[in-house]
């Protein structure tokens, strides 16, 4: 199908501000959807239909023109960046959309602060939880921030400053390429309730305070980055479990017997793209799943409250699986493996005698890598030093064969 559907972004600059391709779009359009804010941009000589987007927002005025002539949609800057154009293009394939884009509120923001957008981390609080921010805070790391509102701002300051950035340095940039842009500049631990207008960006250099744990990008963070009652994969065997279960963009993750979620919060860590699914029985340990998933930045990050293998029955396929509590239990290594994607990791760890006899029996049958780890850390006898000794793990992992069919 050609394209019939035009997406026009359009900058604070307005009407004024488009290419001639845009305005002859709009020019020719039946019907122009998008927000008040943007129609309301469109001068008189724009004799089409004008049409708001229906609250709750959705896309249903657009996809059910599907294939009619001059259907046009406003929004704003780049709108296949974090905007409408990226929603269509996930619903419509790419040959029925025109885009004819704006500069984005980033590509304006980094062109003001004179900072090379590819070093810089972008990401949007609009509709999305704070808490995302944690992975993204590193000493020295510049984030340019879509804000949800005029409020955002405040609350990023506050976040900065618990997690021990408050030296940061902060700018909002308001009404971007408008007569109305404006620039606000402080430091995140002294930013108070500062009014901004609803429509900003934030800009952070992220400047770390005197002793912030560091909570690096690799898997195994510190296990003090945890709060836990003991069930937690302690940092070395965690990195290796990791490894092992081998995360890449995109891929869903059962951490089954879940403890306090530590393997499907660093998957979730790995790649923004990455999804996991902690399934865990036990409520105070629920809890610290939640706890840890938020803190850790990885809100997303769902939990299944319930025991396995039946809490496993309507959970969507997975890429990859670990098993570290339950592995003893009848039904929860045949179900995982049953329900894992062809070409899947299943990991599974056990410490128990009982536990491990049932990962050699089932390597019997569906073959896979045993791996005992042993660590073993230097620590006071006396005068001296001796090693002791961590209770040893036994590793099993398996990559599901694809069928002949597929
Ligand atoms: C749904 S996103 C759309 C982003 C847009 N597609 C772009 O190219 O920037 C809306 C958010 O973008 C940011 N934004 C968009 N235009 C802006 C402007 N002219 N000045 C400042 N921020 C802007 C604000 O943070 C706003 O909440």
């Given amino acids: 199908m050609a394209p019939w559907l035009t997406v026009v972004g359009i900058g604070e600059d307005g009407y004024g501000g488009l290419g001639k391709a845009a305005r002859r779009a709009l020019r020719e359009a039946r019907v122009v959807i998008g927000g008040e804010r943007h129609l309301a941009l469109l001068p008189r000589c724009i004799a089409a239909q004008r049409l708001p987007w229906p609250r709750p927002f959705a896309l249903t005025p657009v996809l059910q023109r599907r294939g009619e002539a001059g259907v046009c949609v406003l929004a704003s800057g780049d709108p296949m960046f974090y905007g409408v154009g990226a929603s269509l293009a996930a619903q419509l394939p790419a040959a029925e959309m025109r885009v004819l884009s704006a500069p984005s509120s980033c590509a304006l923001a980094a062109a003001r602060l004179g900072w090379a957008l590819q070093d810089v981390s972008t990401l949007s609080l609009v509709g999305r939880p704070l808490q995302a921010l944690h992975p993204r805070l590193h000493d020295g790391a510049r984030l340019l921030i879509l804000s949800s509102d005029g409020h955002s701002p405040a609350a990023v300051a506050g976040l900065l400053t618990a997690r021990g950035y408050g030296p940061s340095r902060l700018s909002v940039l308001e009404h971007l390429g408008g007569e109305r842009e404006r620039r606000l500049d402080g430091r995140a631990e002294t930013w108070g309730e500062v009014q901004v207008a609803a429509l900003n960006v934030l800009a952070v250099e992220c400047l770390a305070g005197a002793q912030v744990p560091r909570l690096p990008l690799g898997p195994g963070l510190p296990d003090s980055a945890y709060r836990h009652d003991g069930q937690l994969t302690k940092r070395d065997v965690r990195a290796i479990t990791l490894a092992r279960l081998a995360p890449a963009p995109g891929e869903l993750l059962w951490d089954v017997g879940a403890g306090c979620g530590s393997i499907g919060i660093e998957w979730m860590r790995s790649h923004p793209a990455c999804r996991a699914l902690a399934i865990e029985a036990n409520s105070e340990r629920q809890a ?119």
């Fill in 288 to 406: 610290l799943i939640l706890h840890n998933r938020d803190a850790l930045g990885v809100p997303d990050l769902r939990l299944v409250a319930g025991h396995a293998p039946e809490a496993l029955a309507d959970l969507p396929a997975p890429d990859a699986v670990f098993i570290g509590g339950g592995v003893s239990l009848p039904g929860v290594l045949e179900r995982c493996w049953e329900r894992l994607k062809p070409g899947g990791r299943l990991v599974a760890n056990a410490v128990t005698l009982q536990s491990e006899a049932r990962l050699v029996a089932w390597r019997e049958r569906h073959g896979g890598e045993l791996s005992r780890i042993a660590l073993a850390q230097a620590r006071p006898l006396g005068d001296f030093d001796t090693w002791r000794q961590a209770l040893p793990i036994t590793l099993l992992e398996a990559t599901k064969p694809w069928s002949p069919h597929e």
